[in-house]
C-alpha cells in the first residue's frame, strides 16, 4: 500500500520561507515520478512542480520557477520543496503526488494516482 504523508507547512509572513517533505512508504522510490500540487480555497487543485526519478531533471510552474525548488532523496523515499519568497497567493494546501509509469512533464498534466493528505501553507500579507 503506497502511503505519502506530508509535513512542513506553516504560517509565514510574505517573502518567508518553508521546506515542505513527502515521505514516501510502501514503493520502491526510485521508480516514481514525484510531484507537488496545490489547492487554493475555492479553486481547482494545480500543478506546482515536479522531479524526475534519479532527481536531475525538474519542472515548474511558471508561477513559482525561481522561488521554489524541488529536490529528492532516494536513499530516504522523501521529495521536498525548498518555498523562498512566500506571497499571499501561494496560501493553499500543499499535495504530494506519484506516478510510476509517466515522466516528470506529463506528471504536470496528468496527476498521477497517489496522494498524500495535504500540509496547509499560509503566507500572511
Known amino acids: 500500500q503506497v502511503q505519502l504523508v506530508e509535513s512542513g507547512g506553516g504560517l509565514v509572513q510574505t517573502g518567508g520561507s518553508l521546506r515542505l517533505s513527502c515521505a514516501a512508504s510502501?514503493?520502491?522510490?526510485?521508480?516514481?515520478?514525484m510531484g507537488w500540487f496545490r489547492q487554493a480555497p475555492g479553486k481547482e487543485r494545480e500543478f506546482v512542480a515536479s522531479?524526475?526519478?534519479?532527481?536531475?531533471?525538474?519542472y515548474y510552474a511558471d508561477f513559482v520557477r525561481g522561488r521554489f525548488a524541488i529536490s529528492r532523496d532516494n536513499a530516504k523515499n522523501t521529495v521536498y520543496l525548498q518555498a523562498n519568497n512566500l506571497k499571499p497567493e501561494d496560501t493553499a494546501v500543499y499535495y504530494c503526488?506519484?506516478?510510476?509509469?509517466?515522466?516528470?512533464?506529463?506528471?504536470?498534466?496528468?496527476?498521477?494516482?497517489?496522494w498524500g493528505q495535504g500540509t496547509q501553507v499560509t503566507v500572511s500579507s
Open positions: 503526488n506519484a506516478d510510476a509509469r509517466s515522466n516528470f512533464q506529463t506528471l504536470a498534466e496528468v496527476p498521477g494516482g497517489y
Open positions: 510502501g514503493v520502491i522510490f526510485n521508480y516514481y515520478v
Open positions: 522531479i524526475s526519478r534519479n532527481g536531475v531533471e525538474t
